[in-house]
């Protein structure tokens, strides 16, 4: 009998078991980013946690075709075009290209597929032709618009009300709408502006209208999975649930599933705030791995916060792991043994990837503590594809350590990640793992701190170190 996966469903509210279609076959689609900048850390999120999700549902059926797509037509990415003097292709390739370099560092294998929107425009044109056809959709002025008011139970994804969501509503709102809810299709391009043509005039397409035209192409007219980031909910998916099941008839998305948001240091992201993380600048910090298993700590539907203390704590679980792999590195691992089964029961209850991550930590002391070649053999090789369905542990040993003691060492001046060290260095004195302790000390050396051991515990004191 085929396990059950369990995943929280935002259209219902309620942790529901997954059903598929067609058995043993799995569809999902998650909305990727705008490609006008580098990816963030938002960004980020969603590829780790549906990495992860991808990867379970590849271990328990037989096909998975999963789809992220690129938005690569967009105000901003126009707005960059033109102040460059380059198209919005040549933008469009170099972030995407970007994006590429920076998901295969923090681990996040590709989908299977990648739909971009400037190479749907005919899907998009037909999508916005069947819903003026059927009645949801009209023109006004060079602009095709849905008639929110013609889908009866818009708002259910958001749990929102049409008369919620005009209460209080301040915007002017424009002229060619028939009424304030209603959202654009399609839109005029003005001559200078990229545009194709289409009955309505020269133009392009609208956000939401892109993402259902892409999913109808190549996945279907109903899904069996839709994520993206909690902030999608409304009105983007919203409005992708209205367009789909106005246009088909059927219903347009079986499971929706969405992360929860990012902070840093307690305070939302923003360009304003000067606090928007790149993962590029994250990578100078530490290697993708650590970063990768840092956004995996905290479950996907809650928020989630970064510091720099999750960072180094990231950093210092992933070098235990590396060093007892070193250890046995000439251990091969046993071919026989299988994904350990509390782990598969963690993510398979609603990717709790946090009990996941503790079982993980419960199976390395269980390969510190094999005695014997042959449970070193079998501890090793449930280790390593246990982790492989979180994506982590994936390199050799010696290669991951290397990277991680050059990305590990504090500055001078960074007294809290040295006071991080100088503890880990006391518990590893109190499990009488003086190996360790001697090497974090040589590790703060290094880095100009010296330790003098007092009575009443350890101090740190900078010193300069001798050329």
């Known amino acids: ?86 198209s919005i292709a040549a933008i469009a390739d170099r972030y995407i290209d970007a994006y590429h370099g920076d998901m295969r560092a923090l681990g996040v294998a590709a989908p299977d597929l990648e739909p971009r929107v400037t190479a749907h425009i005919p899907a998009i044109i037909d999508l916005v032709q069947t819903l003026i056809a059927r009645g949801h959709a009209y023109v006004s002025a060079g602009h095709v618009l849905f008639h929110v008011r013609s889908y009866a139970e818009y708002g259910r994804l958001s749990r929102r009300r049409a008369e919620d969501m005009l209460a209080g509503a301040r915007i002017e709102v424009a002229p060619y709408k028939s009424d304030p809810l209603d959202f654009v299709l399609w839109k005029p391009s003005l001559s200078a502006a990229p545009g194709w043509d289409s009955p309505w005039g020269r133009g392009r397409p609208g956000w939401h209208v892109e993402c259902s035209a892409m999913i109808s192409q190549h996945l279907g007219h109903t899904i069996d999975i839709h994520g993206g980031g909690q902030d999608l909910i409304f009105p983007h998916h919203e409005n992708e649930i209205a367009q789909g099941t106005c246009a088909y008839g059927q219903r347009y998305c079986q499971t929706w599933v969405h992360n929860s948001f990012v902070t840093v240091n307690g305070q939302k992201m923003s360009k304003s705030m000067g606090n928007v993380l790149l993962v590029r600048d994250l990578l100078r910090q530490a290697p993708g791995e650590a970063i990768q298993l840092a956004l995996l700590a905290t479950h996907y539907r809650y928020p989630f916060d970064w510091n720099a203390q999750r960072l180094s704590g990231a950093r210092r679980m992933l070098r235990r792991y590396y060093e007892s792999l070193a250890r046995v590195h000439d251990v091969t691992a046993s071919g026989s043994a299988l994904p350990d089964p509390t782990v598969l029961a963690a993510l398979r209850n609603d990717m709790n990837v946090p009990l996941a991550l503790a079982r993980l930590r419960a199976l390395l002391t269980v390969l510190d503590d094999a005695e014997t070649v042959a449970a070193q053999s079998v501890a090793k090789a449930r280790l390593l594809k246990s982790a492989a369905l979180l994506g982590l542990l994936r390199q050799p040993a010696h290669v991951a350590l290397q990277s991680l003691c050059a990305h590990s060492l504090p500055q001078s001046g960074d007294a809290d990640l040295a006071a991080q060290l100088l503890n880990e260095r006391s518990r590893a004195r109190r499990e009488r793992d003086f190996a360790r302790a001697d090497a974090l000390r040589l590790e703060l050396a290094r880095a100009g701190f010296a330790i003098q051991d007092k009575l009443d515990g350890p101090v740190l004191r900078p010193f300069q170190q001798e050329n």
């Open 1 to 86: 009998m085929k396990p059950v996966i369990r995943l929280h469903n935002t259209l219902t509210g309620k942790k529901e078991a997954l059903r598929t279609l067609v058995p043993d076959r799995v569809t999902m689609y998650v909305c990727g980013p705008t490609v006008y900048d580098y990816a963030h850390l938002g960004n980020a999120r969603p590829a780790v946690v549906f990495d992860v999700l991808a990867r379970l549902l590849r271990h328990d059926y037989a096909e998975l075709v999963y789809a992220r797509n690129f938005t690569d037509i967009d105000d901003k990415i126009n707005a960059a075009a033109a102040a460059q003097g380059v």
